[in-house]
């Protein structure tokens, strides 16, 4: 079991900055962020591969936001600039076993606790 414990979310005005961290209690092959806004289903963010050298992103934070991850401290990273306050979320790390990026909810066994950003207009 791996237990996922997101930190760095909180109230930024549009055009802000956030960068969300994830740490995890040992090493996942894929990690990913995914986002639920009220009154909406989880949406995939951002995933990317063990190695950091491949990463996928949803269209709508394309360009703005950064998934990277240390594997030597065991911790997920989201970058987010440039923020809207359509990205109004809880944000949620999570890991699989897999070796590749995939944006489906099913390929991910663990799951964080979620943080939650606010955007102001």
């Known amino acids: 079991q791996v237990q996922l414990v997101e930190s760095g979310g909180g109230l930024v005005q549009a055009g802000g900055s956030l960068r969300l961290s994830c740490a995890a209690s040992r090493r996942t092959f894929s990690m990913g962020w995914f986002r639920q806004a009220p009154g909406k289903e989880r949406e995939f963010i951002a995933a990317?591969?063990?190695?950091?050298?491949?990463?996928v992103y949803a269209d709508s934070v394309k360009g703005r936001f950064t998934i990277s991850r240390d594997n030597a401290k065991n911790t997920l990273y989201l970058q987010m600039n440039s923020l809207k306050p359509e990205d109004t979320a809880v944000y949620y790390c999570a890991g699989g076993d897999n070796l590749y990026v995939s944006r489906r909810e099913s390929d991910y066994y663990y799951w964080g606790q979620g943080t939650q950003v606010t955007v102001s207009s």
């Open positions: 990317i591969t063990w190695s950091g050298s491949n990463t």
